[in-house]
């Protein structure tokens, strides 16, 4: 068995080589299913202490970049003790970078925290026209839509994308937040958007109150 | 004198002032406008418009004519015939026909060490070929796809040129060029063309050394390529957008970004250029390095807080930008004219300062021309010393 505290502390602290040793020696216990998921449990709460150093600015974004690599390479070593049993998810949410606009980078950073905070995130791609939120909000129901974009023009991309969702009946059933280097309060109001952040790890906090 | 000719000696006069430190008779309005907002503004279609750059004078001579600019407003860079000639992956246009720079890797990680040894021979034979896929072909082909690169290159900033020159003799504007070139600072160079934005927040972790050689390696190449190939012109600026630094703690960015970024802007004030950063997104721990810079850098600053900026760096430097373009968008006529007040009420006192925004409006749906045109015309009628 390992120790979860030091394994959390290890992920806040973005130590790659102790995480990875940690979790190689663990694996090497041949664990149960039931203490991997331990395991991964552990890691995501390390991904919460790195959200909350990110938002008193002790980290920055390429942190998050860090973070997220050390997340999925953490799962990797542990995906063969892992085994069927997947964690509880706490919500669905519909993610992309809407049209016009080719930035990925921060779109990334929020689904790889938010899938660290237990959301399945359906990861649409960049330069996404409004019709491809439709109809994937349309098939897998989720409760939140996010909507990214770096450039100044995304903001039009973003409002055409909720009136598409309004036309096609869906807006009431979701939440939408949308992220990214342009948005602002009161181009939030004018997309008709439930919140906007420029800050990935608020946003996943945005995203977990709504799903409460 | 003719009148157009004393409207731009007055022009230039208060943009040399702003430039030398000294306080101007008003506060120079010199907003960027990019081509493609002219282009719909004008009722063009971006996808076309790219390909018919006769039109460029046609389309610019518009905008100064609709908009109040002291400067030249326009300048365009990206010109899809040349990066499609490449068979470009570092540039390439969105679904909207906008030209953007997608996240690319020219460098793998093994071959850092080739770079370090030879940054020149390894962007001529490894980073090139993979980031302009005509490139990575045989001899000849790549020797005709080069030579039509460079023949389109050199053919449309030859028009840029001269239709710059003409419309600012035409509308009395100053003569004064802050875009003589754009290089990148050496890390962001590392950063967004050869490792990409994710790879090197990796490496700078795990392979720290590598990345700090492969930045010095790059440094007197971007310095190269801001230096003018003649002497230097007067009342020019080299032109440095700052990239990574907002996304970097401040521990990495003294490490890998500042030393070899602060030798290049001190050898381009050297050659006698004057250096006008974009201080893109936030950067406001960053003011004492920024302060630390020679004496008039010109600071466009995108985010942050402008009472700060103007307190530490705005005695000894230059500052410009801060103004949220967002709100051309968002505001009305009178919210738009009210925050160029407080902005104005904020950087102008004292000098040091002219007018822009944060960043230009991109295309025609991100600035309302009726407040775009109201701001303009307020700093230009209020903004007296």
Known sequence: MFNAEQLKQAVGELDEEKVLAMLREFVATNPSQEEAQQAVAACQSGMAIVGDLFEKEEYFVGDLIFAGELLTNAIEILKPVLGSASSKKIGKIVLGTVAGD????????????????????????????????????????????GMSGVLTLALEAMKDTVDALKEAGLRDSIKIIIGGNPVTKEACEQIGADAFTTNAAEGVKICQGWVK | MSDVKALAEERTQMLVDVLAGRIPKRVPVCPTITYEYAVEYTGNSLFEAFWHMENFEKISDVICRDFYVDLFPMNYLRFPALYKTLGARNWVQGSNGFMQHPEVVGLLEEEYDEFIESPYDCIMEKVLPRIYTNLNTDPVTRSIVLAKAFKIFNDEFGNIGAVTAKLSAKYGLANVNLFSAAPSAPFDFVADQLRGFRNIMLDIRRIPEKVEAAVKAAAPLMTKMGLPA??????TAVFIPMHMGPFMRTADFERFYYPTFKEMVENFVKAGLHVLLFVEQDMMRYLDHLNDLPENTIMWFELGDPKLAKEKVGKKHIITGFYPVTMLKTGTVEQCVDKAKEIL????????YFFNFDKAPLTFDTAKPENLKAVLEYVAQNANY
């Open chain 1, 102 to 145: 080719l930035h990925d980078i921060g779109k990334n950073i929020f689904k790889s925290m938010a899938e660290a905070a237990g959301f399945e995130v359906f990861d649409l791609g960049i330069d996404q026209p409004p019709a491809n939120f439709v109809n994937k909000v349309r098939e897998v129901k989720p409760e939140i839509v």
């Open chain 2, 230 to 235: 003649g002497p230097t012109p007067p009342n």
């Open chain 2, 345 to 352: 009420d904020i950087l102008a006192p004292g000098g040091r």
